[in-house]
């Protein structure tokens, strides 16, 4: 199949965007949400390593790319819609920006928020110095 047909399946919106969940292949863990863009999804397909668009920095960010976190792609899936993929990926090490192994840390228990994961290691850890913007979705 051709990264063409690939992306007639996906309904990127106005910005020419779709919203990826990213998964742990062999657990089912729900890692992160991030964006992609064509070039993204392209770079994803082409080198096995998950490259998301930031809106942020408009551009590509490829995970890993300053904390060594990397994702590496074992399936794209595309859901009924067309408007949301789901990514089957080989987490290294954690994937939120925390330091948590996943981004969906806190939950809600009628009063507010509760953590329900530790951080596994410190943004200083991942990027090198304190008072690092971490990167962003």
Same mark, same amino acid.
């Given at each position: 199949m051709t990264h063409d047909a690939?992306?007639?399946?996906? %309904?990127?919106d106005a910005r020419g965007l779709v919203p990826a969940i990213a998964?742990?292949?062999?657990?089912?863990?729900?890692?992160m949400m991030a964006w992609m863009n064509r070039e993204a999804v392209a770079e994803t !397909? #082409?080198?096995?390593r998950v490259c998301y668009y930031s809106r942020s920095r408009g551009? !590509?960010?490829r995970k890993g790319e300053s904390s060594g976190q990397t994702q590496r792609l074992i399936e794209l899936r595309v859901?009924?819609?067309g408007d949301t993929l789901l990514l089957l990926v080989d987490q290294q090490g954690v994937a939120c920006h925390t330091g948590r192994r996943d981004c969906f840390y806190r939950a809600a228990d009628g009063e507010g928020?509760?953590?329900v994961s530790a951080p596994r290691v410190t943004?200083? %850890?991942?990027?090198?110095?304190s008072?690092? #913007?971490a990167p962003a979705a």
């Open positions: 690939i992306f007639g399946q996906i %309904a990127f998964q742990q292949h062999n657990t089912g863990e729900v890692l !397909l #082409s080198t096995g551009g !590509l960010w859901d009924c819609d928020w509760r953590e943004p200083e %850890a991942l990027y090198g110095h008072g690092h #913007s």
